[in-house]
């Protein structure tokens, strides 16, 4: 196929709530998306990377450059057979896997919409429905989470994930089981703790936590390994997990017993499904995390989570838990049981917004395939 152009475009929108993590609090989301035009069809995708460089070392003004300067005219040069040819065309650029990611997602997006398929079916998804969980930001006090967790439980939520870090943990955790001892529930340090807090972390034992996410350092595979051979609780691992080798890896050296998948963070679709698909062969559920998305990130995580593996709720949930207005239609909804359906339509299966987007847009850029301009 051939892709004629590609627009960049920011987007500023406020979150209904702000979103703390053990790294920071967000409060507005500055949203970057991809737009392509390939033979008068557009296919969209986000680039998931944050504000600040704090999750990983990409934020969105590095994503933009790497795209702009690197990326885009890479994709426009080539003649992308298949969206699973973007690894290669990108390959010379070493990490920007967010940025890579908002590209390729997009060409998937793209393709199923020229093959007249969901991109659910596209990606080999097998699941109609997908389980939903949330993940509850740290709060200003342990009674105003609470209450969150009440209302997510309520809204039909099949797991809970508390953000923690020092200060926000045992303390928070006793609070949350002795109101309710028999919820599925894991936490998400955002490596928050280290090597020496192990006696510490032996203590989350007790709360029957379904997995403790990230508990060290973003880029560590050995100190996790040391402490999950301490812990009966299994080790989900997030940042640490950029592409196969290395869920091979922390699945050899048992540095983890469950993985969560971002495709931004593993560089797009084709690099997610073969974590996907190596977890699978080893015995590792996988599920699909969230970076605070609009409702086109969120339309390919729902996608993507329609993949057999993926059997345990994800942090995919209702565009209304972020945004008041979400820039696709329909918005994402979960059902009283705690499910997204999947889409069955062609593409992404929620129609893009365009004069909202237009209206939120702050910054835009186009990059044009070369032999259209003259
Ligand atoms: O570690 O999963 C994370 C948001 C920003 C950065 C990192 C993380 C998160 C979340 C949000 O947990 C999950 C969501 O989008 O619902
Ligand atoms: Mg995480």
Not at 77 to 85: F, I, L, Q, W
Not at 294 to 312: C, E, Y
Request: net charge negative.
């Amino acid at each position: 196929m051939r892709i004629d152009a590609i627009h960049l475009r920011e987007l500023n929108l406020p979150l209904v709530h702000p979103f703390e993590t053990s790294f920071g609090r967000t409060t507005d989301r500055r949203v970057l998306l991809v737009e392509i035009e390939s033979e008068g069809l557009t296919a969209w995708g986000e680039c998931v990377a944050g504000e600040h460089p704090y999750y990983c070392e990409e934020s969105i003004d590095s994503a933009w450059q790497v795209m702009k300067a690197e990326l885009a005219p890479a994709l426009t040069a080539n003649d992308v057979e298949h969206p699973g040819k973007c690894r290669e065309i990108f390959s010379r650029v070493r990490g920007n896997r967010m940025a890579k990611a908002a590209l390729e997602n997009s060409v998937w997006d793209l393709e199923a919409q020229r093959r007249g398929i969901s991109l659910a079916d596209l990606l080999g998804g097998t699941r109609t429905t997908i389980p939903c969980g949330v993940s509850i930001g740290i709060q200003d006090t342990p009674a105003i989470l609470m209450k969150k967790i009440e209302t997510e439980l309520a809204a039909g939520y099949q797991r809970i994930k508390l953000k923690c870090k020092p200060g926000w943990d045992l303390n928070i955790l006793r609070e949350v089981r002795s109101l309710w001892p028999d919820i599925t529930l894991s936490v998400d340090a955002n490596s928050a703790y280290r090597i020496r807090d192990l006696d510490h972390l032996v203590e989350f034992e007790q709360f029957n936590l379904l997995m403790i996410e990230q508990p060290l350092w973003y880029d560590d595979f050995y100190f996790h390994s040391m402490l999950q051979k301490r812990l009966q609780t299994a080790i989900c691992l997030d940042e640490s997990i950029r592409n196969r080798r290395d869920a091979l890896a922390a699945i050899d050296m048992e540095s983890c017993r469950i993985i969560n998948i971002k495709v931004g963070r593993v560089g797009g679709f084709s690099e997610a499904i073969a974590v996907h698909n190596v977890a699978e062969e080893r015995g590792i559920a996988v599920w699909c995390g969230g970076m605070l998305e609009t409702g086109i990130g969120r339309a390919h995580n729902i996608a993507l989570s329609s993949l057999p593996n993926f059997s345990l709720p994800g942090d995919v949930s209702a565009s209304k838990r972020y945004w008041k207005e979400d820039i696709v239609e329909p918005e994402i909804t979960v059902s009283a049981t705690g499910e997204i359906t999947v889409p069955t339509g062609p593409g992404r299966g929620y129609e893009v917004r365009r004069d909202l987007v237009e209206r939120l847009t702050v910054r835009s850029e186009s990059i044009r395939a070369k032999e259209l301009v003259h």
